[in-house]
């Protein structure tokens, strides 16, 4: 078909368009953040129907328009449906999709590094077996994420003195977007969190470590100290952002062991 592309892809956000019709916001293997309107969906016999909910990977055909494509078709490619069992599952899910959808851009040069990330992040949590699993898998994608978004956090040197940091005590300062020394920590920086050299190593080896991989800090990892991680992963990337965050109010709501 003239004018079409064929692209894999994942559902991000929805807005409606007319009474039949959406909006649905993607980001795609091949050109990044793209938008597409799915026309008839909400009618009950669509064909497009369940493709395109939230957290759904397709393979699509689009036509290319003037202001925003069209689908015109859609190939399930995994709907991660074990996550729709679980609210844990689902707030986690979109949280990760939001960061996408904030740092993401049209014709992304990272487009499939970042598609490949974000499906092995919800697959993941599809499939994890705990709280833990769970949060092992989002602290792992805010890790990677950042490294494609070009803010990678610092956990070897001191960002003051730039001494290398060993067994000692160091301190996380999200706004340098990395640790300082117990020497250099004297200095005022708000938000300054401590963070013992164990929990740093464990922030590394989640950076370096695939899906799929279990490493002796995953195998040992408690809700407690995952928690903690992802909170202080979380306020980085909020401070980062170009865009405004909605799901993290849903996810402080969630219960904490």
Known sequence: MQNSFI??????????????????VMYSKQKGLIRGVAKGVKKPKSKLGARMDLLVANT??????????????????NSFYKTRQDIDKICYSMYATEVVHNFG???????????????????S????????EILLAVIKFQLKMMKEAGFSIEFDKCLC??????EETMYLVPSLGGIVCDA???HVYQNKKQLPYKLRDFFK???????DQVGEYETKATEKVCMVTFEALK?????????????TGILQELPQA
């Open 7 to 24: 692209t894999d892809a994942i559902n991000l956000k929805s807005y409606n368009l007319s009474e039949s019709d959406k909006i649905i």
């Open 60 to 77: 699509l055909m689009l036509h290319k328009g003037r202001n925003l494509d069209t689908i015109c078709q859609a190939e399930v490619l």
């Open 105 to 123: 851009i049209e014709e992304d040069p990272c487009s499939e590094t970042i598609y490949n990330l974000l499906y092995k992040t919800l697959n």
């Open 125 to 132: 949590i599809s499939t994890a077996q705990n709280k833990v």
């Open 161 to 166: 003195c730039h001494k290398e940091v060993k």
């Open 184 to 186: 250099c920590a004297s």
């Open 205 to 211: 080896q989640m950076a370096v470590n695939d899906f």
């Open 235 to 247: 306020e980085y990337i909020i401070m980062k952002s170009p865009k405004k965050f909605n799901s």
